[in-house]
């Protein structure tokens, strides 16, 4: 039986923390890292609903998208459905765990998944998160060069894209004369001293800065590791939100609108016409995404899936693209599958369920 770390470790691996946007709470929400988890009920919300949920089919932990603590709790009385659901949570001894907008912001995670279900081709990341990439070059002795390398690598240096193991070096000279206190591996006390290094060069996701420089530091035969940890304006292609990609054929407006409520099994939407004008390209964005209908003309789409659209907003078309609202919940529905591939993947014979309620509060009516 897994403890709940080991699957907190596996959601994190795939979407990690250093990810979410600032004003999130995304991660652990109750439960003790160290209990044994018995089952996994998968959500979009953490509601009372899903907890009743939970306790019928045996599961300790829910895994949703949303967090349900998002904002400051003074206090814990029962007075909203937040409360009520936290206090059930601690009751019941459930752990909530939620994967919010850092799944939002990997290249495989919400977006990815209505990319997925719209069969859109050539997908990339349409706004890709500033800073999340550093470059670390360091100086090593020519013959220590390989098991430092190593080390950095184990620990999550240059990893680019479908390539890992990659790395730059350059041999030179280094010199230096250590003091009356120093404890030289190389060279003595007092006396200058001319050491053939190599400098190494690797570039890794700015959150996994201290696990490197604590392998670089590990393993480095020198008491003083000559280094320099640089942040890049280089945008990771990886890391992101929102997405954009091709439909296999061009579609009529008309055609274009039954094709979406085919495939993410919509009641209705809202849209803006772009009239004769065909659709092939589509940028997509899980969730409230209207903040990035700029990005989405600038990137060249032809439509604009996303949820949450207020009126003015829609306006913000310019008849140059469709704006298509297909509501908040029917983004990220599907998100759900994400969290049942990866632990069901990482835990196999291990109990992983969907969440059969329907925890969108929006009905329609025609
Ligand atoms: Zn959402």
Same mark, same amino acid.
């Given at each position: *039986?897994? &403890?709940?770390?080991?699957?907190v470790?596996? +959601?994190? &691996?795939?979407?990690? +923390? ?6 999130? @709470? ?17 959500? +979009? ?34 007075? @909203?459905?937040?409360?009520r ?18 799944l939002?912001s990997?290249?495989?995670?919400v ?25 670390l ?21 240059g &990893?680019?894209g479908?390539?890992?193991?990659c790395?730059f070096q350059?041999?030179?000279t %280094?010199?230096?004369t250590p ?10 006390? %007092? ?8 400098r ?8 996994k800065q201290?696990?490197? *420089?604590?392998? +670089?530091?590990?393993v ?5 590791v000559?280094?320099y940890?640089?942040?890049?304006? @280089? ?9 954009i ?11 274009f609108?039954g094709?979406?409520?085919?495939? *993410?099994?919509?009641? %209705? ?10 659709i092939?390209k ?6 409230? %995404? ?7 003309i ?22 140059q693209?469709m ?21 069901s ?17 929006i009905?329609?009516?025609?």
């Amino acid at each position: *039986m897994p &403890q709940l770390k080991d699957i907190v470790r596996v +959601l994190e &691996q795939y979407a990690p +923390l250093a990810y979410q946007e600032s004003y999130d @709470n995304a991660g652990l929400q109750t439960g003790n890292l160290t209990d044994d988890v018995t089952g996994v009920l998968i959500c +979009l919300d953490c509601t009372e609903a899903v907890l009743e949920e939970a306790i019928v089919k045996g599961c300790n932990l829910v895994v949703a998208h949303h967090p349900v603590i998002f904002k400051g709790i003074k206090s814990l009385t029962g007075k @909203n459905y937040v409360e009520r659901t936290i206090v059930k949570a601690i009751q019941n001894n459930i752990a909530i765990y939620a994967s919010h907008t850092n799944l939002d912001s990997v290249h495989n995670g919400v977006n990815a998944k209505i990319a997925e279900k719209l069969e859109l081709q050539k997908v990339k990341v349409l706004s890709k998160k500033p800073h999340t990439l550093m470059q670390l070059a360091f100086f090593v002795p020519v013959d220590d060069t390989e098991s430092v390398l190593k080390a950095v690598h184990e620990a999550g240096a240059g &990893q680019i894209g479908e390539y890992s193991d990659c790395s730059f070096q350059v041999q030179g000279t %280094g010199r230096f004369t250590p003091s009356e206190n120093a404890d030289p591996t190389i060279g003595e006390r %007092g006396k200058p001293e001319q050491v053939q290094e190599n400098r190494i060069e690797v570039v890794f996701p700015a959150f996994k800065q201290h696990r490197i *420089m604590d392998a +670089l530091l590990k393993v480095h035969p020198y008491e003083e590791v000559a280094h320099y940890l640089t942040i890049l304006e @280089n945008p990771n292609q990886e890391v992101g939100i929102g997405m954009i990609g091709e439909l296999k054929d061009e579609l009529t407006e008309e055609k274009f609108l039954g094709y979406l409520k085919a495939k *993410m099994k919509l009641q %209705g939407l809202r849209y803006t016409s772009v009239g004769s004008k065909t659709i092939k390209k589509v940028a997509v964005c899980g969730g409230s %995404g209207s903040f990035l209908i700029k990005d989405a003309i600038r990137a060249g789409a032809d439509a604009f899936v996303t949820g949450d659209v207020k009126y003015h907003e829609f306006f913000d078309a310019e008849g140059q693209l469709m704006i298509a609202d297909i509501g908040h919940y029917e983004s990220e529905v599907y998100t759900k599958e994400i969290f049942y591939d990866t632990i069901s993947k990482n835990f196999p014979n291990f109990a992983v369920y969907l969440s059969e309620i329907n925890t969108n509060p929006i009905r329609y009516t025609y």
